[in-house]
């Protein structure tokens, strides 16, 4: 059986994953909305989803293999992730080389030795990208990036992925999303009015048939749409 068809299998039973963690997690006060990798609303959003996400890896992730990590941010995913893979070796990246002291200290602090030291990634700039000449990936994952970034992040999400993924490698790509140009749910569209209130160019839900758009002239394309608690998706792109 193909990845894509184990994948398949496993779909029914992932869109069951317990909420128990979320709720418990949602009982503390939400902080106000920050996107900075560092801030208390992210670390608050990260314990939120964690175990979801994790749920779903564990069924999708290699027995063994190397696995990128986009806008590792502080790290506080990646290092969650890592010990339950150990047969793993996890690679952070981020645009913003102020958060890696951030992500080894954590690293440290859990003795995570399958993660080894950030990189820069520019998803803009090809130029920053890791050489495929060098190391190809079995899965690329991305957490929480697109509603307060430009769609055209998919772009080079993909374009990169076409360079580093191995032929049955995969791109994970979790978060809220729109779907046909419409909301999932009543508190997504709740979620998108107050992110669109900051009026931050670029920010708010990125529809999905957007990012297969953006994804398709790199031979990228959607295989899977996994729907976890909280109203979010994972969305598996992979080789045309």
């Known amino acids: 059986m193909g990845i894509w068809q184990s994948i398949s299998s496993i779909l029914k039973k992932e869109n069951t994953v317990s909420s128990g963690a979320v709720a418990q997690v949602a009982e503390e006060p939400r902080p106000p909305i920050d996107p900075y990798p560092l801030s208390p609303y992210v670390a608050w959003a990260g314990r939120r989803n964690r175990d979801p996400i994790l749920a779903v890896f564990k069924n999708i992730f290699p027995a063994s293999g190397e ?14 992730f890592a010990p339950h893979f150990p047969s793993i070796r996890f690679q952070p990246s981020d645009y913003d080389t102020d958060v890696f002291a951030t992500i080894k200290q954590t690293k440290a602090e ?3 030795i399958n993660i080894v030291d950030p990189i820069r990634i520019d998803l803009t700039d090809p130029a920053s990208w890791p050489s495929a000449s060098e190391k190809l990936y079995d899965a690329i994952f991305v ?11 998919a772009d080079g999400i993909a374009h990169l992925a076409s360079k580093l993924l191995k032929p049955e490698g995969f791109v994970a790509i979790y978060g809220p999303f729109k779907v046909d140009g419409g909301y999932t749910t009543a508190t997504n569209e709740a979620f998108d009015k107050e992110i669109l209130a900051a009026k931050v160019p670029e920010w708010g839900l990125k529809d999905v048939r957007d990012l297969e758009k953006a994804a398709a002239p790199h031979g990228i394309v959607l295989k899977e749409t996994l729907h976890l608690p909280a109203n979010n998706f994972i969305l598996l792109f992979g080789r045309a």
């Open 110 to 112: 859990k003795g995570n």
């Open 143 to 153: 957490i929480n990036i697109f509603q307060v970034a430009p769609v055209s992040i």
């Open 67 to 80: 696995i990128l990590e986009l806008a590792s941010g502080s790290g506080q995913h990646i290092n969650y």
